[in-house]
């Protein structure tokens, strides 16, 4: 984890909102996926079905989605936060990124889009052993 511990919510949600579009496992993943020869755009804009998304890396020819979803916003059932105070707020928060999460897959697919979602918390390996294996099989 790299950010510090924050004393409380909205300590969380100020820390969060200061963040980069950019977050280091999202760059790290690119770099390791650039090494590898595989060349992708980053945050391409695609309207899925009058949804506009950027993913964070986008193989467009082969119409691949690639999310680095972060643990907190998300939900990671590893990390996902549940912050004590202002609790009902929060569910509701993280309730709405769960449906925003699932309309994007659902408008992508239906636009004949791949869409993998990756935790920001797996290692560099692991998540790109995972896009790699969806690039080979959509190549076959
Ligand atoms: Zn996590």
């Keep these: 984890m790299a950010y510090p511990a924050p004393s409380s919510a909205i300590a969380t949600t100020i820390m969060r909102g200061n963040r980069s579009l950019d977050t280091k496992p999202e760059r790290a993943l690119r770099s390791a996926l650039h090494a590898g020869g595989y060349r992708f755009r980053k945050h391409y804009l695609i309207d899925a079905a009058g949804l506009r998304v950027r993913p964070d890396i986008v193989f467009t020819r082969l119409r691949i989605a690639i999310f680095v979803d972060g643990c907190f916003w998300h939900g990671c059932p590893e990390h996902g936060a ?54 080979n099989v959509d190549r076959q």
């Design 82 to 135: 549940k912050p004590r105070a202002n609790e009902a707020f929060w569910a509701a928060k993280f309730a709405r990124n769960a449906a925003r999460d699932r309309l994007v897959n659902e408008r992508l697919n239906a636009a004949g889009w791949t869409v993998l979602r990756v935790w920001e918390h797996e290692t560099t390996d692991e998540s790109s052993a995972r896009i790699e294996l969806i690039l």
